[in-house]
């Protein structure tokens, strides 16, 4: 189900997202600690660490919801804290709450989202409602997890963003929605020539889906490159191990994320 890789964007695009020497505290807390990495378009990019490593942190930086403590970051080339319409205009987001108003229906969620975004597509809209079958009729608070992450992930979707943000898009979603959906959705989006920046803690996840891979351990970058290009450079007599394997190498096992679902 899932396609092949994106190809790589031809030198001289400009990254989606920079970030140079960013670093965060929360009180004595280093949460983000002199992190630089940037995002090639038209990528599906996988951030995995642990729980704690710092992904929302980073992901909040990128959507301007916490300000720089030092570093900077750019999305489109602009500081999505000074220009945040500039920004999320361009950008679909679905936060690991995915706080959906519980007293809405499914239709009129999508309505109400829709007078947002001018570039809402109506009937992807709708194709995306029945592939993810969700009834239109249901009241948002009565839908399971999965079904309220679906429904968020349509409404990220539907006005097609450039940039589009899932922090840890998995963690409501049932196994054959994760593999069999959200991989295709995600390579679609990607050959489309439109960048996603996913993060998730399931590394065999990451493994099926991601073009780019970024490990974060303890606020810090420890690796962050094209993933055949990882897979290749930690060829041991032949054998390429697996990204869990790899994660493990570069920060140990107690600080490795989950291998599995
Ligand atoms: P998870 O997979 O569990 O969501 P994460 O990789 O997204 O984890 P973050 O939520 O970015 O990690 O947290 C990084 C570190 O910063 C953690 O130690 C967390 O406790 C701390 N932290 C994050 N937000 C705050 C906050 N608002 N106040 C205090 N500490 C915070």
Do not use: C
Request: charged share 20%.
């Amino acid at each position: 189900m899932i396609a092949n890789r994106s190809p790589q964007p031809p030198a001289g695009v400009a990254p989606v997202v920079e970030i140079e020497n960013l670093t965060r505290h929360f009180g004595v807390k280093t949460a983000l600690d002199a992190v630089s990495l940037s995002v090639p378009r038209g990528t599906v990019f996988g951030l995995v660490g642990a729980n704690g490593a710092g992904k929302t942190t980073l992901i909040k930086h990128i959507l301007g919801l916490l300000r720089a403590e030092s570093g900077s970051v750019r999305v489109f080339g602009l500081d999505p804290v000074a220009d945040p319409v500039g920004v999320l205009s361009r950008v679909g987001y679905l936060s690991e709450e995915n706080d959906l108003p519980g007293w809405m229906r499914v239709d009129e969620l999508i309505r109400y989202s829709r007078s947002f975004y001018p570039a809402w597509d109506d009937a992807y809209a709708e194709e995306l409602r029945q592939t993810f079958a969700l009834d239109a009729t249901a009241k948002i608070k009565n839908l399971s997890k999965g079904q309220k992450a679906r429904a968020g992930l349509l409404i990220a979707l539907a006005y097609r963003p450039e940039l589009l943000v899932l922090d840890e898009p998995s963690s409501g979603l049932d196994p054959i929605v994760r593999r069999d959906i959200l991989g295709a959705v995600l390579r679609t989006i990607a050959g489309e020539g439109r960048t996603v920046l996913f993060s998730s803690h399931l590394l065999e996840e990451v493994e099926q889906v991601a073009d780019h891979v970024t490990m974060i351990s303890q606020g810090k970058i420890v690796l962050s490159a094209p993933l055949d290009a990882i897979r290749e450079s930690h060829r041991v007599n032949g054998r390429v191990p697996s990204l869990n394997e790899i994660f493990v190498m570069h920060v140990g096992s107690a600080a490795a994320p989950s291998a599995g679902a």
